[in-house]
């Protein structure tokens, strides 16, 4: 793992429809010079409007946006190739989960300040942006820089639906939720979650209901189904009840998984 934990990187609201947009051009093949201009055109009266900064918000939400699905770092190649095919076959209400993933596994803050929302909301039910805040502080720094990337990000949420403003300022409330069922979708989920980590590796029954995920319900799989869906997994078994899901050595390239009989 490098040192993307560590990175930032999410400074401006990202709405879902956007990204779908952006991934929409990468399918239909066009090149990062076309995807770029087309997302200019596509945000010109949505952001920045009027300004005169170089490099303005809508420079900064267009560059978060190829980084997710075009600028993507090597090791993230074979996730995204498979979240775009992803794309093109599952269901409408399913496609969230995807861009999801792909956004934990670009920037891990999305995934650092989802974990903290998702604590919140299964302790308190309602979860206080402030509370966030502090807590993303306390790993990143106390920067305003991470202040401010965290409401970004906890906007971000409410444009997606999946937190809903309450009557109480800066408070929210769980928005939708999906129950997910697809082998394939939630082994691909579960290695986007592993990239947003720091070692790659987590137990599987603290991955199925990571609260970094707090949108989404995963049916309950077996590491052993979950390894055999996706070729950049590897399972690691300590006991009966404490296997070891982690990505392998060799998942940037997607290389087939070997048969190897000393990791069960």
């Given at each position: 793992m490098?040192?993307?934990?560590?990175?930032?990187?999410?400074?401006?609201?990202?709405?879902?429809?956007?990204?779908?947009?952006?991934?929409?051009?990468?399918?239909?093949?066009?090149?990062?010079?076309?995807?770029?201009?087309?997302?200019?055109?596509?945000?010109?009266?949505?952001?920045?409007?009027?300004g005169?900064?170089?490099?303005?918000?809508?420079?900064?939400?267009?560059?978060?946006?190829?980084?997710?699905?075009?600028?993507?770092?090597?090791?993230?190649?074979?996730?995204?190739?498979?979240?775009?095919?992803?794309?093109?076959?599952?269901?409408r209400?399913?496609?969230?989960?995807?861009?999801?993933?792909?956004?934990?596994?670009?920037?891990?803050?999305?995934?650092?300040?989802?974990?903290?929302?998702?604590?919140?909301?299964?302790?308190?039910?309602?979860?206080?942006?402030?509370?966030?805040?502090?807590?993303v502080?306390?790993?990143?720094?106390?920067?305003e820089?991470?202040?401010?990337?965290?409401?970004?990000?906890?906007r971000?949420?409410?444009?997606?639906?999946?937190?809903?403003?309450?009557?109480?300022?800066?408070v929210?409330g769980?928005?939708?939720?999906?129950s997910?069922?697809?082998?394939?979708?939630?082994?691909?989920?579960?290695?986007?979650?592993?990239?947003?980590?720091?070692?790659?590796?987590?137990?599987?029954?603290?991955?199925?209901?990571s609260?970094?995920?707090?949108?989404?319900?995963?049916?309950?799989l077996?590491a052993?189904?979950?390894?055999?869906?996706?070729?950049?997994?590897?399972?690691?078994?300590?006991?009966l009840?404490?296997?070891?899901?982690?990505?392998?050595?060799?998942?940037?390239?997607?290389?087939?998984k070997?048969?190897?009989?000393?990791?069960?």
């Amino acid at each position: 793992m490098n040192n993307r934990q560590q990175q930032i990187g999410f400074s401006q609201r990202i709405r879902l429809e956007w990204l779908q947009q952006t991934a929409n051009l990468v399918l239909a093949g066009n090149d990062k010079g076309a995807v770029n201009s087309l997302l200019q055109e596509l945000l010109k009266d949505k952001v920045s409007v009027g300004g005169k900064a170089v490099r303005g918000n809508k420079e900064k939400a267009i560059t978060i946006l190829m980084k997710i699905w075009l600028n993507v770092p090597g090791e993230l190649k074979a996730v995204r190739d498979d979240g775009l095919e992803l794309l093109k076959t599952l269901p409408r209400k399913d496609q969230i989960a995807v861009h999801w993933g792909m956004a934990m596994a670009a920037y891990p803050f999305w995934a650092t300040v989802a974990a903290n929302t998702g604590r919140l909301l299964r302790l308190q039910g309602t979860v206080a942006a402030a509370h966030v805040q502090r807590r993303v502080r306390e790993q990143y720094g106390e920067r305003e820089t991470v202040s401010r990337a965290a409401r970004r990000v906890i906007r971000s949420f409410v444009d997606w639906g999946v937190l809903n403003e309450t009557t109480e300022k800066g408070v929210y409330g769980q928005g939708l939720t999906r129950s997910i069922d697809d082998p394939r979708l939630i082994s691909w989920l579960i290695e986007a979650s592993l990239h947003a980590r720091s070692n790659g590796s987590a137990a599987i029954k603290d991955l199925l209901v990571s609260p970094s995920i707090f949108p989404f319900h995963l049916m309950h799989l077996s590491a052993e189904l979950l390894v055999s869906v996706s070729p950049r997994l590897d399972l690691l078994r300590h006991g009966l009840d404490d296997d070891l899901v982690m990505l392998r050595q060799d998942s940037a390239v997607g290389s087939p998984k070997k048969k190897e009989g000393n990791n069960r």
